[in-house]
């Protein structure tokens, strides 16, 4: 099913885009649970469920994503889009696609930041969270769940990482029009990785846009901190890391934070 409010209609877009499906709905749960559901029952993937509004949003490690009307709240189901060691590479393609898509739907005017290793900023401040889930289907495959919230209209206060919105920050994007440029991006974005045959070029246009490249960091892990000197990214994708005492780290997992941004402000 397509709607002509969230770009099924576009006489400009792409035929790669074209081919991906989408599945609007208003309210919804969570539009990640959706596609999930959908691959569990054979969906064979391309496909985008976007919701005006979820009652069960999700964030990174368990957090609640606010989820009012008026932002974009949309999920991408892929089914086996690549070999296991290259799918930690699809929060770096997913965030490169949705600055791109940002863009396109700013005509240029915001450019944002990408801080490690899929938030979007605008000034220091996210406005956008990327959630990626994985799960094993009945019949063996692998379904990759690529949520994508970006507040055009609301954001949360009181949040660890300050956030923003796009209207706030001068930019009236409407979701439906940010959605409509996201749909050509992600499917763009997708075919250049190739099932990661084409990740530097992905991991350069993410370098390009990179929040505190080569400033100090602090790095929240399950097992505690570290800090040093944002270096960048390896070719997989860790972030690296240099101490004070000279020494390298490379890491997986983690939430990074600024100097001057302090836990809870």
């Known amino acids: 099913m397509t709607d ?5 209609g576009r006489s400009s877009a792409s035929a790669e885009a074209a081919s991906w499906r989408v599945t609007p709905k208003g309210a919804t749960v969570s539009t990640n649970l959706d596609v999930l559901d959908l691959a569990r029952h054979g969906d064979p993937g391309r496909v985008w469920v976007v919701a005006e509004t979820q009652a069960g949003g999700r964030a990174r490690r368990g957090r609640a994503w606010t989820s009012e009307p008026g932002n974009l709240y949309a999920s991408a189901l892929l089914i086996d889009p690549g070999l296991p060691d290259h799918l930690p590479e699809l929060p770096f393609v997913s965030a490169v696609a949705t600055a791109d898509a940002v ?8 450019r944002p930041g990408l801080k490690w290793p899929n938030d979007l900023m605008i000034g220091g401040r996210k406005f956008v969270g990327i959630l990626l889930e994985a799960a094993r289907t009945p019949d063996g495959r692998t379904a990759v769940a690529v949520g994508i919230g970006v507040n055009c209209r609301h954001h949360p206060f009181g949040t660890e990482t300050p956030a923003t919105n796009l209207l706030l920050e001068g930019f009236d994007v409407r979701p439906e029009a940010l959605f409509a440029a996201l749909r050509e991006t992600f499917a763009a974005r997708i075919a250049e990785w190739a099932e990661g045959a084409g990740f530097p070029a992905i991991r350069s246009a993410w370098l390009a846009r990179a929040v505190g490249l080569g400033g100090a960091i602090r790095v929240r892990l399950v097992e505690g901190e570290d800090e040093g000197v944002f270096e960048g990214i390896d070719d997989a994708g860790h972030l690296m890391l240099a101490r004070a005492d000279g020494s390298r780290r490379k890491i997986s997992a983690g939430d990074v934070f600024f100097p001057a941004q302090k836990d809870g402000s």
């Open 4 to 8: 002509p409010r969230f770009g099924g």
């Open 103 to 110: 863009e396109a739907a700013t005509e240029g005017r915001c």
